[in-house]
Structure formats: C-alpha cells, structure tokens
C-alpha cells in the first residue's frame, strides 16, 4: 500500500480564506484575491503573524472543499499521514489535532504528525502548497495550487488547484 | 551529516521516575524496581493511564541523567531530530515542546516531530526503547534500556543503559 503525506494548511485547511476573514474583520475592507498572488501569507496579510498567534487561529480554519469525502477515498486505498509544520506555532498543536478530529475523524491518531521540517517523511507521495517541503522528496510530488505559488513554475511537480483533481490523479 | 531520531519518553524523560513518584502520592507506597521490571508502563502501575492523562505529567517529567549535556554535543555532529509519539494524548503536544523548550534549549522548533507511529520517519540512526519503533527502522538502531524492555533480547539493535554509552557510541 502506498503511503501519502498530505499537508493541512494550504491543502485541507484554507488558511487564506482564514486571513482574508480575520483582515476584514480588522480593517473593514476584504482584499482582493489578486493582491495577494505570488507573495507568502504572512507578507501579504499585514496582521498576518497577529492572526496566526491568536487563538483558534488553526482551531476554526474552513475546510477545503470536496477534501473530506476524497481524503476518505484516498484513506482506504493509501497508507495515509498527514503531515503538518505545526511546532513553529506550539499553540497549533492541540488546535490542529482537534481540527483534524472533527473533520476528519477517519483520520486517526497513528496518523498524524506534527514536525517543523518535513525532511523528516518518508513516503511515496507528498501533496503539499509549498516548494521548499516538495523539493527535497524522493518520491511523487502534488503542488496544491495557493495564491503564494502561482507565479512559480510547478517544475517537476504536478500542479492541482482541487482536490477534484488530486481524485482523478490517485483515484 | 548522518540524522539521529531521538525518542523522548524513556530516553529523554525520565517517565518511569515520573510514574513511582506519582504512584506513591497516590497510594503511600513506593513500588520496587523489580516489581515493573518486563511489564509495559501502563500494565506495571495500576493508576498509569490516570497519571498519562493528568495535566503535566509530561511536562513535569525529570531529565534523563547526562543526556541534555551528551545530546547538545550529538547536535553539534549530527542532524538531530527529536521524535515522540504524543498524539495519543493530544494534551502532551504542548507539555512535550515546552518540556523540550526548559532542558533542551539548543534543539529548535524545526528538529521537533511529535507523531503516532515512526514507520514514517526517515534517519540514519534511531535511539528508542521500544521494539516497536526500532524493529521497522532500517539504519542503525540503539535499544535504550528501560523496565518494561529488560526480559527482551536485544536482537539486532544496540541495547544501552545510560546516556554515557550512547556518547561512547556515537562521539
């Protein structure tokens, strides 16, 4: 069976929708979409590392769509981790762990990790938003499209903006 | 650099020590050593899993003798990454990185992975007490000894009993 190491922010969970949400809510004006393609979250929200601090920041993140019933799929025919930077933000632990337990709660504790680097994995398939975990990986290589990447090119990755997508490849 | 992947209970902590003092809080009475000796912690201590589930048992834990000096040397020479199965108990997160955080100030938030099974962890060495993480690791693997391991042969990992063997090893 193939194992799957499947990022949660950017991926399962849309953190942009949450800083989108959280910056309106502050300033009273939401930002456009355009505004902030092709540069990194936390430069791109101004409160950015205020919101990512704050708490439940990870706990009430949305969940990105079609994800659920496809991660589902993909945990019956795939030996699935998910793989989340989380120790960067110690607060996020637990929230991440409880956000996993209600959305996805086929997922089990065995599971999980919750690291810093992502060196560390060992796998078949990574689908992660950001290059510098998907570089290093020896094996298939998933970029999950987010504004922050879209002006990259994928290179040897498989770009795919929907988890419709990521069906169709490994389903 | 070859990677080291360092166990925390039973290497780093000192759980079994955090076990006899809260056992003799609770019933008066300190157990012997040889009464725990090839039985599994939460087996050996009638109120383990009470204890495990207790606000700061980890975070509580003593040190290991020697390992926070041997283990800042090790991370001079060797990539180390700290890996603990902690999501078993979701509370623990947060009580393990802030518990690595006070003892083990020169291992940063990038080399910690806390986890549920190690099957995905990728090394070159692994340092664990427990069969079940070092018998599927394929680089070299070093038994720390502890109570419920001590009927066991050690088979093909290194079997050592104090952090002072591990330094003649690996330094």
Redesign the interface.
Known sequence: MK?I?VDMDGVLADVYEQFFRLDEQATGKRKTLESVIGVMELEAFELGMQHVLSDNFFRTAPVMKDSQKILEQLNKQYEV?I?SS???F??S??EK??WLGEHFPFI??????????K?????DIMIDDHFKNLNHFNGQTILFSQPHNQLTDAGKHTRVSTWKEIEHLLL
């Not at 089990?108 to 680097?117: D, E, I, L, T, Y």
């Open positions: 194992r190491a981790f793989v989380a120790t960067e110690p607060k632990l637990t762990q409880a089990g504790w065995k599971q999980m990790v919750f690291c810093g680097s060196t560390i994995v060992q796998a």
